[in-house]
């Protein structure tokens, strides 16, 4: 499977490999390194970290797959994380990951088909004064109404259109 | 050091800095787990099978990981104890595909063994269960995660014996199940079809992929089916028998198999005798040409899977030579058809084998013949085999010794029988060599410097005026660090022997499961012995063997005039010898 991988690529994830060549245990931050830098942390670039490190493949999707920070699919071009923890939960949190996903189409962890929107589902993000509270690229937006959620995505809708 | 502890309310010096659960295996004391004799496998004690009372614990500890200290008491059979361990193993049953009655692994079930010692029911928790994955692709290993417990022991033993293991824990909490990475089917992955994992498996969720149902098929079309067993078979078929580890059952696997229905019972002895006059040719014609060395051996074919998908670089210094058993199929598919004028097509091979990666390796394109026929047919494990002769109804025990068939290819030699254990190739390789080079039979026979399970033996030999220097491993673990030097260009060997198993094909993984609640006669150090019982049945059956070495096989020599030539000729090559192929680790 490495073969689908371009040269470039490859050598790039060699390259962020080899930024914790002394560590004893430099998996997650090689993981976290990929998942920042290219949104995204496939099989095929697992097999050339397992080659790079010696830690098996198997042992490194478990890890990519434990941890929801890492994702096996390219994510959307604005990531929608909706807090589940505790305190928004119990101020609706489930109400809003539903109104999302009606609203754009897809379950918690999809990418909609244009790219535009990935919708996750997070544990606590620490914001439980805003509960309860979605993150958008980052940004967050705290005690959504289920009511303003299609104002939001049309924002974010219109600002890609406006980029292009 | 010794401390002092009680268990169950009595005085005891026990080892300091060992677990709860050896101290009272020590004392005589079995703690009901789903780790007993199997340590190394696991160190997590999650599955909380084990738990017991002890006191300067808060609350109950697992056994299998607690260590003893001075003055513990320790109870077991609190009514406490007793029930916390009943609780665990419900909650494990609660999560578990509870059709035990089709299951193939019931009577080896160690969950369902730790379930009757505890008195745990099947539904004492019901609910919401884990999606379950069924991989089926492998022509070796099924894969059904309904069965699992998620202890990790095939886990542990992938990576212990082979280094890059290709199976782990996926996702996580409720959701977590054992796969290979991206949950691909094993057929898939990197999978060397060994079966260490099979071997270690408390459960029904990885299995042998069984072929009886082709055999049953062959016998009913009235096919002419012929059976050959491997050489580690005997020394293992009678565990499943009630015969103590280390017992050879040759005559009686013999009779058991002629009253199965084959017509004929021959020993694969036969074709490692006839692979060693082909390797050991090979080899010889490698040194003086100033071929690539160092030659590996090629019988394993869990290494050769192993080969061609880490180091296909190093391909072309893997014997050319198929394996014995298919060597043997390829002979009766010829020179035996014509011999006893049958239609080659029209001939059924059986191989009796310790091993699970045979069945993939008969389906390989390279093991079939001009007419598309392939060498063997089907591949059965010591496991099925007795699966087989239990549901005949024989009575195992008292069935009377009997010799294989003797026309065409009865004769084997003790180099042949000593293929089934780590070293056993080479030292037959050796004393054909020796024969080769020296011009005489080397005096002492054996050449004891390739026993034994070290992870890699080494030994240098003069022969014929010239240094042999040589080395046997396995486990790829172990493989790794020579092919690492051959790569390198710094390997000093002219031969490597290299087995997949750790241990050779004795620790097969089609061999009889070594657990002690299933061997309760066995003694207590079960798990660090039972390789070299088995290993000894095969020495003591070379021993007993008035013919040692494979040249000295007249039937060999036979063959050889009458038919294939000499060794290496053209029609060799054709029949005996395959080729390899580099394969990627992950197939889409």
């Known amino acids: ?164 | 050091m010794k401390v002092n502890i009680k268990i169950e309310g009595k005085d005891y010096q026990v080892e300091e800095g060992t677990t709860i659960l050896e101290a009272a295996r020590a004392c005589g004391y079995e703690i009901p787990s789903l780790c007993s004799y199997n340590h190394g496998e696991c160190s997590q004690g999650s599955c909380r099978v084990c738990l017991v009372e002890a006191t300067g614990a808060r609350g109950l500890v697992a056994s299998c990981v607690y260590p003893v200290a001075e003055g513990m008491e320790v109870k077991i059979s609190s009514p406490k104890a007793v029930a916390a361990r009943r609780t665990s193993v419900e909650l494990l049953l609660s999560n578990h595909s509870q059709n035990c009655q089709q299951c193939r692994k019931n009577g080896h079930c160690e969950l369902l063994y730790v379930a009757q010692l505890t008195g745990a029911r099947e539904g004492a928790f019901t609910g919401e269960k884990t999606e379950t994955h069924y991989d089926d692709l492998t022509p070796s290993i099924i894969r059904d995660s309904s069965k699992c417990i998620l202890c990790g022991r095939c886990i542990e033993r992938c990576k212990s014996a082979h280094g890059n293991g290709v199976l782990g824990f996926e996702r996580r909490g409720f959701k977590t199940f054992v796969a290979p990475a991206g949950n691909l089917s094993l057929d898939k992955s990197p999978c060397l079809m060994c079966g260490q994992c099979v071997s270690v498996c408390p459960t029904g969720a990885l299995l042998v992929k069984s072929e009886i149902g082709k055999v049953d098929a062959a016998m009913v079309s009235g096919k002419h089916v012929i059976v050959q067993t491997a050489p580690a078979v005997r020394a293992a078929l009678g565990e499943e028998f009630g015969y103590p580890i280390g017992t050879a059952v040759t005559g009686k696997m013999v009779a058991a198999l002629r009253r199965l229905g084959f017509e004929k019972v021959y020993d694969t002895d036969f074709g490692a005798d006839l692979t060693i006059m082909e390797e050991a040719t090979e080899l010889l014609h490698r040194i003086e040409s100033g071929g690539v060395l160092p030659m590996i051996t090629s019988c394993s074919p869990g290494w050769v899977n192993y080969a061609e998908t880490y180091y296909p670089d190093l391909l072309r210094h893997v014997s050319s030579c198929k394996s014995p058993h298919e060597m043997q199929g390829a002979i009766l598919k010829s020179y035996y058809a014509q011999q006893k004028g049958i239609d080659p097509a029209d001939i059924f091979v059986v191989s009796i084998m310790p091993c699970t990666a045979k069945k993939y390796e008969k389906d390989r394109p390279q093991m079939k013949n001009e007419a598309g026929l392939k060498d063997v047919d089907a591949v059965l494990t010591v496991t099925e085999l007795a699966e087989m002769i239990r549901r005949s109804g024989i009575l195992f025990k008292r069935l009377p010794d009997e010799e294989y068939d003797q026309d065409i290819m009865g004769e084997y030699s003790g180099a042949g029988t000593i293929f089934g254990v780590t070293g056993g190739v080479m030292e037959a390789a050796l004393r054909t060599a020796y024969f080769v080079l020296e011009g005489k039979e080397h005096e002492g026979i054996t050449f004891e410097q390739v026993r034994g399970f070290d992870d890699v033996k080494e030994a240098s030999f003069a022969l014929g005026g010239q240094t042999l220097n040589v080395a046997v491993t396995s486990g790829m673990r172990n493989a790794s660090k020579l092919l690492d030097d051959v790569r390198a260009g710094k390997s000093k060997y002219q031969f490597i022997e290299i087995m997949c198993c750790p241990g050779g094909c004795i620790n097969g993984g089609g061999m009889p499961i070594v657990r002690h609640a299933f061997l309760p006669d066995e003694d207590v150090d079960i798990v660090d012995t039972y390789r070299a019982k088995r290993a000894a049945a095969l020495y003591s059956e070379d021993e007993r063997n008035v013919l040692r070495q494979s040249h000295n096989n007249t039937q060999i020599q036979a063959l050889y005039k009458e038919f294939l030539g000499e060794p290496n000729s053209h029609l060799a090559h054709e029949l005996l010898h395959t080729s390899y192929k580099a394969r990627e680790p992950f197939r889409a």
């Open chain 1, 1 to 164: 499977m490495v073969s689908k991988l371009n040269g470039a690529a490859e050598k790039q994830i060699v390259e962020i490999c080899d930024r914790y060549k002394g560590e004893k245990t430099p998996l997650i931050m090689i993981l976290s390194d990929i998942q920042r830098e290219y949104g995204y942390v496939p099989l095929e670039v697992q097999e050339i970290v397992s080659a790079k490190t010696g830690i098996s493949v198997a042992e490194i999707y478990g890890v990519v797959t434990f941890y929801s920070f890492f994702s096996l699919e390219p994510k959307g071009k604005n990531v929608i994380g909706c807090c589940l923890g505790t305190a928004c939960y119990v101020k609706g949190g489930q109400r809003i990951i539903d109104q999302f996903s009606e609203i754009l189409g897809i379950k918690p962890g999809q990418t909609t088909e244009d790219g535009l929107f990935t919708l996750d589902a997070l544990r606590c993000i620490g914001a439980c004064a805003a509960a309860p509270a979605v993150t958008i690229n980052g940004k967050i937006y705290a005690r959504v109404n289920v009511k303003d959620i299609p104002d939001i995505v049309a924002e974010y809708r219109e600002g890609a259109v406006a980029h292009v």
